[in-house]
């Protein structure tokens, strides 16, 4: 009987250690950026910067979190990105060209708010362009490009 419980000690102690070690090796694999992202300004007419830091496992995965953290209130400041907006997809073209398309939920004010949206959007993607290599940032919205009143793409 002794040796049967110590068989279970060990197996459960065992099982601890090995949960224990997986969750230091996947904190270990986190990696951060300080990066800048931009909210539309409590006015409304502009868009003003917050340095932030994003904790992240995948390169890949840095535009899609950016888009998150700008669904969110930064103090006064309004997000640009409406919390129902989703990431469609986000791609590189080989330009040097990253084109994230997002759900029609991004869009949905007038024109000159949707103008700020996308402008705090590519400021924003732009600060971590770098890792990247990419130097042309695009936003379109359900494969579409976003365009002005007069008719011209962003």
Known sequence: MK???FIIVVIIVSIVALIVGVLFFVK????????????ISADGYGIEPIEKKIKYTSEK?????????LKQNSGKLRPPVPKETIVNSISYDGEERMTVDLSEDFLGGNATENVLQTYALV???NSIAMIY??????????????????GIEI
Do not use: C, N
């Not at 270990?28 to 909210?39: A, D, F, H, P, V």
């Not at 990419?134 to 007069?150: A, C, G, L, N, Y």
């Open 28 to 39: 270990g694999m986190k990696k951060s950026i300080q990066t800048t992202l931009y909210y």
């Open 3 to 5: 040796k049967k419980a």
């Open 123 to 125: 400021k924003s993607f």
């Open 61 to 69: 995965q840095i535009p899609a979190d950016i888009t998150e953290l």
């Open 133 to 150: 290599g990419v130097s042309e940032i695009r936003i379109t919205v359900d494969s579409e490009p976003i365009k002005t009143v007069d």
